[in-house]
């Protein structure tokens, strides 16, 4: 969706877009531009990160670019201008630059004072006397110098005494008037809603008693520990030496741990996968199989002409074998629609496989993957994973999935019991494939053996159904000539 304003028929204004469904937020991750550089219609400009995917933003006309509204690393609402391009260089002096919306703090309105004479309602509750307070104007007296206030409260906190010629710390620590909101910019606000910091308790340092993100970290960071009260009696020279010891090699709780606000990808994670787990009723079913035919399968299509240019790997039999499984048990495809007290059966399946990024694990799905041959499907396969690496998924991409595939063998690990994505009925994770003692033919053999585990929803997929699923992959994994004849 394509977002933009016209400020004059000089210079036109993009904003931020929804880049995805009923998104609120993104966060600038990366400007390909500065101001002055020219840019052209569908050129990207930056790259953003919502709650669902990192995306690239093209500026839709031409022109130089004026101005920036955000710096990287802020989170801007959808809707807000993020950049000002002149479509008409040249043509006249440039105005001043767009106020940025986060120089000014916005301050919420305060509620009217209520008449004279008026009686409270409720007991307890008087008529406020406070009268409404306003933000200095620019050019009015600044507030006393943040830092020398700064100063002063680390001197009390280190125990001596305010300097003389040191402004007393009456003056508010957020700004502002007394008892008035502190003045931070948004995205700071959100930085310390993030961080779980009091803008309240924040000592500012910014022009006019505005709190920065500087200010907002510090206050973050633990505060060094309150000198003790000297104990009476002089201490043993071994006891003197062994605290001088243990004050040398303490190490702050700062250098030992880091917080990481939870945004974008990994909060929208973290809600799903809380939504999923406590509202479908989970129930895991295993199956341990010979994957030998398979591992056999995969070396033989690797030498196929017809599968050349494609990645061929387990994973593409493992998701074929999964759609076999569904055509021939197609009430495992279905979601349940809570609203409606109805379950939805699917008629088409969105196969979502489970990849591991930078950003963290997002779940992709390849459209209509029940319609796509052999190398059809390697390839949808291969351009899927590519992307998800690269941080290029898009939210449409992520949008839609019936059933899902998480590859949990290529860490090492046996198996183990995937939580359903929201909206779909089963999800099947595949363990490691190893070389494990097999009794194969009434004999022990070496032979190539995984495991299999089948997540389900049990409001609408019972015990019966989910076993024929997992035992038809099973089945076709063990037999692969069995897609020939089930397929």
Known sequence: ??????????????????????????????????????????????EVETAKAAVELPIPFDGVVHELRFPEGTTVDVGQVIIAVDVAPGSGDAPAPAADPVQEPVEEPEAEAEPKGRTPVLVGYGVAESSTKRRPRKGAPAVPEAAAVAAAVQAELNGHAVPAAAPAPSVPAQGGAAGGRP????????????????????VP????????????????????????????????????????????????????????????VRKAIAQAMVGSAFTAPH????????????????????????????????????????????????????????????????????????????RGLIVPNIKDAHDKTLPQLAEALGELVATAREGKTSPAAMAGGTVTITNVGVFGVDTGTPILNPGESAILAVGAIKLQPWVHKGKVKPRQVTTLALSFDH?????????????????????????????
């Not at 969706?1 to 000089?10: C, D, L, P």
């Not at 010979?290 to 591992?295: H, I, L």
């Not at 061929?312 to 074998?321: E, Q, S």
């Not at 409001?459 to 089930?486: C, F, H, M, N, Y």
Request: glycine residues 6%.
């Open 205 to 264: 340092t910014g022009k006019d008693g505005v709190i920065t993100r500087e200010d907002v970290h510090a206050a973050a960071a633990p505060a060094p520990a309150a000198s003790e009260a000297p104990a009476e009696a002089a201490p043993a020279p071994v006891a003197a030496e062994t605290q001088a010891t243990a004050e040398t090699t303490a190490v702050p709780d700062s250098a030992r741990e880091t917080r990481v606000p939870v945004k974008g």
């Open 1 to 46: 969706m394509t977002t933009m304003t016209e400020t004059s028929a000089r210079f036109r204004e993009f904003k931020m877009p929804d880049v995805g469904e009923g998104l609120t937020e993104a966060e600038i991750l990366k400007w390909y531009v500065q101001p002055g550089d020219t840019v052209t219609d569908g050129q990207v400009v930056c």
């Open 283 to 358: 129930v895991t079913e295993f199956v341990t199989v010979d994957v030998t035919r398979t591992m056999k399968l995969v070396a033989e299509l690797k030498e196929d002409k017809d599968m050349a240019g494609v990645r061929v790997n387990p994973l593409l039999v493992i998701a074929k074998a999964l759609l076999v499984a569904i055509k021939r048990n197609p009430e495992v495809n279905a979601a349940w629609d809570e609203a409606n007290q109805e379950i939805v059966r699917k008629h088409y399946v969105n196969l979502g496989i489970a990849a591991a990024t930078p």
């Open 183 to 202: 003045l931070a910019k948004p995205p700071v606000r959100k930085l310390a809603k993030d961080l779980g910091i009091d803008l309240a308790t924040v």
């Open 459 to 487: 409001r609408l997929v019972d015990g019966e159904l989910g076993s024929k699923v997992l035992a038809d992959v099973a089945a076709i994994l063990e037999q692969p000539k069995r897609l020939i004849t089930w397929a």
